[in-house]
């Protein structure tokens, strides 16, 4: 019955190939869904920002139903309509809904950073003649971009451990196989504890890459 | 049409119900560099921020070499490469190097090359004596040091006209000397300026023109040795006698 020892370190050390997988998956799936977030963000900031009021609102109700409601109906509503309409894997239907509700929570992170530059750097700019957009682009957005960086490191970190959620669509990411693995030898708690190893090391390699990129961009102080 | 450098008609500008501008006329000579005093609030920035369009003005008539311009028809981008501006807090990009900030606008808006831009820069920067400073971050830099480069950084775009608001008053006063003589050389040099500037010594030893405005309104203009030793109209007496 048992395929593996209930031990806990044998455990973790015999099923480390089919974890190594998983936690690709995972990757993957956060990888993905995080790049289309950030995509989605930049937009929904510079609406939120921008002078005509009808994108305004479309980003503020955007924003309004992504946190009013729960990540997992978000995932259903994007497995069940998406995979109907587009035939769509899975797996791209849950990195969708991920970006879906990431892409909030970054536009909000991106939104407070570009407004926090001050009004100066702009007239800087805007003073030398620089084009508003050129200003954007060079003055305001690599310094918002850096002061974002921790909040958003936070935010790629949630992201990483709600992409859990694929389990329930069958993706085969880490808590998806924990809990298989669960099934069949019925030591739940083992596998659980397996799996939450693995996302402790992707959390920690996440927060080093984080780092890395901060360090870089404080050349300048 | 107009030969002045600047020629500001009826110039109005109202913050709501606020009106900042009253009915000013200006101008500025070709190689004129004009000092504007005037107690806080009295509409100094105001008035040098509307001859670079960073304030829209209400009503009037704002002529930059002999040209009137139209916020509307205009390309203000163009208009704001003849007028450089130096500004109180510098506003240096913290985020590029301080050659960076000097070549930016040329190599981003006129298009010249980076290798062009950094020998003219590298020029500019021997010019306000912070050739060695070329690769810093303005972060490592002092006050004074900040608006050198903020000038050389205004200067990289060949302006015909340089407005400076408050350019040492942000500064610890023995930086303020080092700043002053920087802009004393451009002036020298022949460059058209408007100074906002509660530097009195300055103004004595370096401008062509003393403005005094109170309340949104040009009470008196002259030499400055006139302006300052034989005030005509109250006010600016009152005033100077305030500030001296
Ligand atoms: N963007 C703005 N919105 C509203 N009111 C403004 C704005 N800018 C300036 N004002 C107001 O306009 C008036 C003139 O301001 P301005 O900055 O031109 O004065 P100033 O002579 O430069 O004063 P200071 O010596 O303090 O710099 C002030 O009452 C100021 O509060
Ligand atoms: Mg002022």
Redesign the pocket.
């Known amino acids: 019955m048992y395929l593996y020892s209930a031990n806990f370190w044998t455990a973790l050390i015999d099923s480390r190939g089919i974890f190594f997988e998983a936690a690709q998956m995972t990757l993957a799936l956060t990888a993905v869904s995080i790049l289309i977030a950030i995509f989605i963000g930049l937009l929904f900031a510079f609406m939120k920002i921008s002078k005509i009021k009808p994108l305004e609102w479309l980003a503020n109700i955007y924003i309004y139903v992504v946190r009013g409601t729960p990540l997992i109906v978000q995932i259903f509503v994007f497995y069940y309509g998406l995979t109907e309409i587009w035939m769509i894997s899975g797996f791209w239907s849950v990195a969708l809904g991920l970006a879906f509700h990431n892409g909030a929570y970054i536009a909000e992170i991106f939104r407070g950073a570009i407004q926090s530059i001050g009004k100066g750097q702009t007239e800087a700019g805007r003073s030398l003649g620089m084009s508003g957009n050129l200003t954007m682009r060079r003055v305001i957005l690599p310094q918002a971009f850096r002061r974002a960086l921790p909040p958003l490191g936070n935010q790629f970190i949630i992201g990483l451990k709600d992409s859990s959620l694929a389990a329930f669509i069958g993706v085969s990411e880490i808590f998806a196989v924990a809990t298989t693995q669960g099934a069949n030898t019925f030591d739940y708690m083992t596998w659980l504890l397996v799996s939450a190893v693995w996302y402790l090391i992707l959390v920690f390699l996440l927060t080093l890459v984080v780092s890395a990129i901060e360090k870089k961009m404080a050349v300048s102080d | 049409m107009s030969d002045k450098m600047i020629e500001v008609n009826k110039l109005n500008k109202s913050?709501?119900d606020?009106h900042?501008?009253k009915d000013i006329d200006f101008q500025v000579e070709e190689s004129e560099v004009v000092v504007l005093i005037?107690?806080?609030?009295?509409?100094?920035?105001?008035?040098?921020?509307c001859l670079n369009f960073l304030?829209m003005k209400n009503s009037g008539e704002v002529y930059i070499k002999g040209k009137q311009i139209d916020p509307k028809k205009d390309n203000l981008n163009q208009v704001r490469q003849q007028v450089g501006m130096v500004f109180?807090h510098f506003n240096l990009f913290p985020h590029m190097t301080v050659l960076g900030n000097v070549i930016e606008a040329p190599t981003q808006v006129k298009g010249v090359s980076k290798a062009q831009a950094k020998k003219d820069g590298q020029e500019l920067l021997e010019k306000v004596g912070l050739g060695n400073k070329a690769n810093d971050y303005p972060s490592r830099l002092s006050g004074g040091q900040k608006q050198r480069v903020a000038i050389a950084r205004a200067l990289a775009m060949k302006p015909e006209i340089m407005l400076f608001?408050?350019p040492t008053?942000a500064l610890d006063p023995e930086l303020v000397g080092e700043v002053l003589a920087t802009m004393k050389d451009l002036a020298q040099e022949g460059m058209t300026m408007v100074v906002?500037t509660?530097e009195m010594g300055f103004a004595r030893e370096v401008a062509d023109r003393v403005v005094y405005?109170h309340d949104?309104k040009i009470v008196e203009t002259g030499a400055p040795k006139d302006l300052f030793e034989n005030p005509k109209e109250e006010r600016t007496q009152a005033f100077l006698s305030s500030i001296l």
Do not use: Y
């Open positions: 913050f709501g606020l900042v501008l005037g107690a806080s609030g009295s509409g100094k920035s105001t008035m040098l921020r304030e109180q608001d408050e008053s906002v509660h405005m949104g």
